[in-house]
């Protein structure tokens, strides 16, 4: 059974970094696509970032490119969503998921982890 383990998230001030891992086990992982979405109250979930199971591959939401970074950590069976220059509205649950194809939409992904929480805020 696929199992997705989200770790790292915290109370930040504005202008500085996290980074969140996301640990996966089960199944028979192969040309997946693992993905980060984050949801605040009373929002849509939203798209942040993705990477291909090879780790040569990644895209990124507008309001995070430039600033966020997905990598994939092959030997230990984790991805991280580093993230920089943090702003107040990037406060959100954030979690990863997992998909047999490439995609933006929340929908394709069949896995999911239970999410952490990332405050940004003095």
């Known amino acids: 059974q696929v199992q997705l383990i989200e770790s790292g998230g915290g109370l930040v001030q504005p202008g500085k970094s996290l980074t969140l891992s996301c640990s996966f086990t089960?199944?028979?992982?192969?040309?997946?696509?693992f993905g980060w979405f984050r949801q605040s109250p009373g929002k849509e979930r939203e798209f942040v970032g993705s990477i291909n199971w090879y780790g040569d591959k990644t895209d990124y939401h507008d309001s995070v490119k430039g600033r966020f970074i997905v990598s994939r950590d092959k030997l230990e069976n984790r991805v991280t969503l580093q993230m920089n220059s943090l702003r107040p509205e990037d406060t959100a649950r954030y979690y990863c998921?997992?998909?047999?194809?490439?995609?933006?939409?929340?929908?394709?992904?069949?896995?999911w982890g239970q999410g952490t929480q990332v405050t940004v805020g003095s």
């Open positions: 089960g199944g028979t992982f192969g040309d997946y696509t």
């Open positions: 998921a997992v998909s047999t194809i490439w995609s933006y939409g929340d929908y394709k992904y069949p896995y």
